[in-house]
């Protein structure tokens, strides 16, 4: 094989030698001791308990926004310690979290260091009696905060037992000397007991024009460094003061919203627009005249989330649209606003416009075209009106389909004739490049006005067109779909008979789900052609073109994608089902029922008690019956659990049991994972209870039926979390507080549910102790729910583990693991099964020594925000540089989902929360650590290789990543994409880069960098270059030449290498083997024993040579040089058949095929003869894979006999997990479903290169018994 692609090891005789084998960052550790030199000081205080901190508390403190004020032990042995006060500060009295809001504009607030005059935690003295117990937790120790000025009083109450007339009079002296400098504040010393850490605040009230300069300064700062998060909170605290802000302040804060990225996934759309119409209230409010770039800013976010709502199914879209609308006539005639402003407005108008019945009231539905302006007008005024706007491709579009919702015929006209007028000018790109999607929407318009000649004229020109032209599949798609779907409107049967011929067609595209879908919505007045269509649908894959289009930036979506395709297609199927339960159509209703579960979609909460009424109706049975709510209860919860939407879950309950009370259907749900799901998330709102008693009754059946069942011992911890998680969210008083106006009253229903809850769960839990059941095997939330009870002190006891407390505070470790690793992991794995939580440390420390799983990984990440990029940097980092490397691809290259850990938190992955953040030495080890196989499939998409890596800064910081990845490149023999990839991304290695060309079999490249860089390349890399192109020319004899020239002169052995492969590729044309030179390494001798052509000669020359490879040996030593030369051989057979059999490089060379067939043939023979004589019968996989390989060029009847032994193997022991295939000379071939579909897939690869349609399909249907079987 080639020199550069074999394992080499050297001859012992000569130079072989023998094989040898944000939460809590690390402040939190601080602070723990901190608070322990401050226990010793304060008698009083408790000691902290094993794993939680004292500065939980101290966390507590700050963010309810409570002042700390501890005195110091007297000098000399006071009896007691001073008494700490805590009490809230006056500004707290406004609702105002100053604290919070200082902290954060001091983050950076802090004095060098000086032990002379500073005292800090780290003295051995005790703590001074200034030292500020309220500074924030993520301070380090080892600096002390510089307490500067507030701008506004922090002046707590004098603690009891202070002399309160020595107060007043020192604050007294400190206001006649505020002239004193600054550095006077830390002249204290340990031994002043009662001096203050920084001079004491004397003014009463808020000092506006500092606090509004510092905030603004605050707000300019975030706006340029990209912290638009921040700007709000700032603009609020401003605002809660009374205080207005300048017109380019409020222009950076309006912006903010636009820019800032917590919200970016649109969850917090209605928050987001509630602030930016407040904002914009206010500018109005103080009496400025709001600046065209904040009407742009407004409107285009205005627009944008009304789009974004639609999307999302919110109600409140329709009230941004109306509000921007409103705005937007109100403002254009004196702003210039930008194209994009305006293109937005006309794509919510069109939406909103001819929007689906449910985002309208009856009355409205019968005007919603009344949103739309008058079209001449609206384009006399604002298109004409506006200088900078462009007239592209989707104003065309925009304006037809309002002329066609409005039915303005003489609009449309007018608009035809103005886009044949502009399409030859070329004032727009999009015109020439979307002209077919304009033309599409022509069609349609004039169709559904009434135009019909006009329409056929220009749709008949337009196939015409479109036809003769390559590559226009997705406009013959776009044209005939909206063509149809438009005549569906009119004459359904009609649009049907001419879909039909167009099938027919071979130039004719298939059509997309969307277009099917909205053809069976236009049908279902007629029920047989609806029924058509969905028989025709059923087994498509869901695929929604308009779905989700809008997220996170405009300028990566296509507006005109929302008129040209249809729109929330996907709610097509809840009026299928609708209409099939009122037609009483089973067939229909059960396969809807069918696919849903299939394909993985929920109906209209409101249709589900229609759906099981029907299925009750129709005497399904319980199994089937149970299969579709299991499933469907999966899907809504998944869907409503992060919406914290409870009301539809609830919905979805009540239409069970309104339906069907069959118990053995009811019993099925209470075991349920849904079930307890919803129990866990439930809330118990006033409203709700009052106004929608009936929501609750599902549960409340539910719940019945459940203590009717025959408690069990495995059943009893379900059933007890079950109710105690109900049971702490009815005393959750996040949720309901009772007042005199809306609490519960003693004869209420509810109240009788709750009644009755408390009193079965007590009961429950007084059994589970009665019959001594393991208090561990439940639920922490049931420990916590008794307390809540009345049951026997002796219960609560029972159910008291180490877990009773709070179990999401997280636990910190980090120390132990440090100084104890093994004891630290130890306890680590213990408390994890017991279902407690950690912190950031903990998790980093257990990477740092190595234990690393799955969850560690995700929980880890959990810590950090997307947003920190340092943190992310330092997490990816650390993470790669601690992983087992044997254990990367389990990790981060999963066959089944790619997916950093999928059952943890999808949302971080190796490609996003990774790779991104990783320096070079990182990389480098992830890529040498990787297959080339999976380095070529899965990470150079992830990398975006090479096109990230143009930069030559990127270039430079990743040079050791770059040159491993092409050498990873070239071992898996992608030659041709190393060559591409060098016009972007240079390869720095010659040796790879030339060699690439020649194999890749781009002569002139070669020729061109060999003659540039010819001087540059070492003797030893000029020898391996040139062996390689003769090679690959089949010019055998000239590399023996040079390689006899170059003997002697090179330090490495790289000459006998080449000398020893081209003899060995010489032998299939003579049939004399003149080996030369004695073997130097392994790869050399391997070379040589693949020369002869019989088993006779190999095995004569291995024993008159085998002293080379070094004696004496131990057993293990000789197997692993027989096992590597064994391997070393298949690889030149393999190279040689790609050489010789598939080159196109010979010049003229003639050679008899037949005859170097032979030659392959009987060289095969003599390696499966050497195989057996050194006792190495078995294959690997990728021996196998070789082997096809080898087969494929020189005798593919081989494979065939291979693929029905395979069949026959596992036919006769179709139950084991693993085989044993025989092979020719009693070798074998040890194999388990998994290598045996990869084995599968080579076989494939030949049949489809082939071209053998028979075969394919044989190894398909093997292929899919394999995989049912593993299953």
């Not at 389990?890 to 190796?910: A, G, R, T």
Request: net charge negative; with cysteine.
């Amino acid at each position: 094989m080639h020199p550069t692609n074999n394992r080499i090891i050297a001859l012992k005789s000569l130079k072989y030698k023998k094989f040898a084998k944000g939460c809590h960052r690390q402040a939190s550790g601080q602070s723990n001791a901190t608070a322990s030199a401050t226990q010793n000081t304060i008698p009083h205080r408790k000691n902290s308990t094993t794993f939680f901190e004292t500065s939980y508390q101290q966390y507590l403190r700050q963010n309810h926004g409570l002042s700390v004020l501890e005195g110091a032990a007297h000098r000399e042995g006071a009896a007691q310690a001073a008494q700490q006060t805590v009490q809230p500060h006056m500004v707290m009295g406004a609702n105002t979290n100053y604290i919070a809001v200082d902290d954060a504009l001091h983050d950076t607030d802090v004095y060098p260091h000086t032990a002379a005059n500073v005292p800090t935690p780290n003295n051995n003295s005790a703590t001074a009696p200034g030292h500020n117990y309220m500074t924030s937790h993520h301070y380090s120790n080892d600096i002390t905060i510089n307490q500067t000025l507030r701008y506004y009083s922090t002046v707590a109450p004098t603690p009891s037992g202070q002399n309160t007339m020595a107060a007043a009079a020192a604050a007294a002296a400190a206001a006649n000397n505020n002239s004193a400098p600054k550095e006077a504040m830390l002249t204290a010393t340990p031994h002043d007991e009662y001096a203050q850490a920084w001079p004491e605040d004397t003014e009463e009230n808020l000092n506006p024009e500092t606090y509004l300069r510092t905030h603004i300064e605050q707000i300019n700062v975030c706006y340029s460094t990209k912290q638009y998060a921040r700007i709000h909170a700032l603009y609020q605290s401003l605002k809660r003061n009374g205080l207005t802000v300048p017109l380019d302040t409020y222009e950076k804060i309006i912006d903010s919203f636009a820019r800032r990225a917590f919200d970016s996934n649109n969850r917090n759309l209605d928050e987001k627009m509630f602030s930016l119409l407040n904002c914009y209230h206010d500018i109005v409010n103080s009496k400025l005249k709001p600046s065209t770039r904040i009407y742009n800013t407004v409107l285009l976010q205005i627009f944008r989330n009304s789009i974004v709502a639609f999307e999302a199914n919110n109600q409140n879209g329709l009230d941004f649209f109306k509000i921007g609308s409103q705005l937007f006539h109100t403002v254009i005639k004196n702003n210039r606003l930008k194209s994009e402003v305006i293109n937005h407005y006309l794509l919510a108008l069109n939406i909103y416009s001819g929007a689906p019945f449910k985002y309208f009231s009856m009355n409205e539905q019968q005007n919603s075209t009344a949103l739309v302006p008058n079209l001449d007008a609206f384009k006399a005024t604002v298109i004409n009106g506006c200088a900078t706007f462009k007239k592209d491709s989707f104003y065309f579009i925009s304006l037809i389909n309002l002329a066609k919702i409005t039915n303005n015929l003489p609009f449309l006209k007018e608009l035809y004739q103005e886009f044949l007028l502009l399409l030859p000018l070329d004032t727009s790109i999009t015109l020439k490049s979307d002209q077919f999607e304009i033309y599409s929407m022509f069609i349609t318009g004039f169709l559904e006005t009434g135009e019909l000649k006009l329409s056929s004229k220009i749709f008949e020109n337009v196939i015409n067109e479109i036809k003769l032209k390559n590559g226009m599949s997705d406009n013959i798609q776009l044209v005939l779909s909206n063509y149809l779907i438009s005549l569906s409107k009119m004459d359904a049967q009609k649009a049907y008979s001419l879909w039909s011929n167009f099938k027919k067609l071979s130039w004719v595209p298939e059509f997309s789900y969307d277009f099917y879908l909205q053809m069976m919505a236009n049908s279902f007045h007629d029920w047989t052609l609806t029924k058509k269509i969905y028989e025709y649908i059923f087994p498509m894959d869901r695929v929604f073109h308009n779905k989700a289009r809008l997220t996170t930036t405009t300028s990566e979506i296509n507006l005109s994608s929302y008129l040209l395709y249809p729109i929330h297609t996907e709610v097509i199927l809840n009026s299928l089902m609708n209409y099939a339960i009122q037609l009483n159509d089973q067939e229909v209703v059960f396969k809807l029922l069918e696919e849903s579960q299939i394909k993985e979609f929920a109906f209209d909460i409101n249709l589900y008690p229609y759906i099981f009424k029907f299925m009750s109706e129709t005497n399904c049975s319980s199994a089937y019956m149970q299969r579709v709510i299991e499933k469907h209860g999966d899907m809504i919860v998944a869907d409503n659990v992060e919406k914290h939407n409870y009301v539809n879950m609830l919905m979805f309950l009540t239409a069970i049991t309104d339906a069907s009370r069959n118990s053995e259907v009811l019993e099925s749900i209470v075991n349920m994972k849904f079930f307890s799901t919803i129990c866990k998330n439930v809330e118990f709102t006033p409203e709700n209870i009052n106004n929608q008693a009936p929501l609750y009754n599902g549960l409340r059946v539910l719940l019945d039926e459940m203590w009717r069942l025959p408690k069990r011992v495995e059943t009893y911890p379900l059933f007890l979390e079950i109710q105690a998680s109900l049971i702490i969210r009815l005393f959750d008083f996040d949720t309901y507080v009772p007042t005199e106006e809306n609490k519960f009253t003693s004869n209420s229903e509810f109240d009788a549910f709750k009644t009755g809850l408390l009193e079965r769960f007590e009961t429950m839990a007084t059994n589970f102790n009665r019959l001594s059941l393991d208090p561990n095997s439940v639920s922490h939330t049931v420990s916590q729910a008794v307390r809540l009870t009345a049951v026997p002190e002796e219960v609560i006891d029972y159910f008291s583990n180490p877990g009773d407390w709070d179990k999401s505070y997280p636990l910190s470790l980090g120390s132990q693991i440090r100084n104890a690793p093994a004891t630290g992991i130890q306890e680590f794995e213990n408390l994890s099964r017991d279902g407690y939580c950690f912190d950031y440390d903990t998790y980093k420390e257990l990477i740092r020594h190595r234990h690393i799983n799955e969850e560690i990984i995700a929980k880890s990440f959990g810590f950090v925000s997307q947003g920190d990029t340092d943190g992310m940097k330092y997490l990816a980092n650390l993470l790669v540089g601690h992983i087992p490397a044997g254990k990367i691809e389990k990790f981060f290259f999963s066959s089944k989902k790619n997916q950093l850990i999928s059952s943890f938190d999808s949302s971080y992955n190796f490609q996003k929360s990774i790779l991104p953040y990783l320096k070079d030495s990182s990389l480098t080890k992830i890529i040498k650590n990787l297959k080339s196989s999976t380095i070529i499939s899965q990470l150079l998409p992830m990398l975006k290789f090479p096109d990230n890596f143009k930069s030559i800064t990127v270039q430079a910081e990743f040079k050791q990543s770059i040159d491993l990845l092409y050498e990873k490149l070239f071992e898996g023999r992608e030659y041709e994409s190393i060559v591409e990839f060098n016009e972007l991304c240079p390869v720095l290695n010659l040796n790879i880069l030339l060699k690439s060309c020649i194999r890749a079999g781009d002569e002139q490249l070669y020729q061109s960098l060999l003659s540039k860089f010819r001087s540059s390349l070492t003797p030893e890399t000029l020898l391996e270059v040139q062996c390689e192109y003769l090679l690959d020319h089949l010019k055998f004899q000239e590399v023996i030449k040079e390689c006899k020239k170059a003997d002697g002169s090179l330090e490495s052995s790289k000459s006998g290498d080449y000398y020893s492969f081209a003899v060995f590729l010489k032998s299939f044309f003579n049939n004399s083997v003149d080996i030369g030179s004695i073997p130097e390494n392994t790869l050399q001798f391997a070379n040589n024993l693949s020369s002869f052509n019989n088993f006779a000669e190999a095995m004569a020359y291995y024993n008159q040579n085998s002293h080379l490879l070094g004696h004496p040996l131990t057993k293990i030593e000789s197997q692993k040089i027989d096992s590597i030369i064994i391997e070393q051989m298949i690889n030149n057979l393999v190279d040689a058949s790609h050489l010789i059999l598939n080159n196109h490089n010979t010049e003229g060379l003639t050679f008899d095929q037949v005859d170097v067939v032979n030659k392959f043939q009987q060289k095969l023979k003599t390696f499966f003869h050497f195989k057996a004589f050194l006792k190495s019968q078995s294959f690997s996989l990728s021996g196998i894979q070789k082997l096809i390989d080898v087969w494929q060029n020189v005798e593919p009847y081989s494979i065939d006999a291979f693929f029905n032994n395979l069949i026959e193997t596992i036919y006769l022991k179709p139950d084991t997990l693993s085989n044993t295939l025989m092979l020719t000379n009693d070798l074998t071939w040890n194999f388990n479903r998994g290598t045996l579909r990869q084995v599968l897939a080579s076989i494939t690869k030949v049949y489809e290169t082939q071209g053998d349609l028979t075969k394919i399909d044989k190894a398909q249907q093997f292929n899919t018994f394999i995989t049912q079987q593993s299953h």
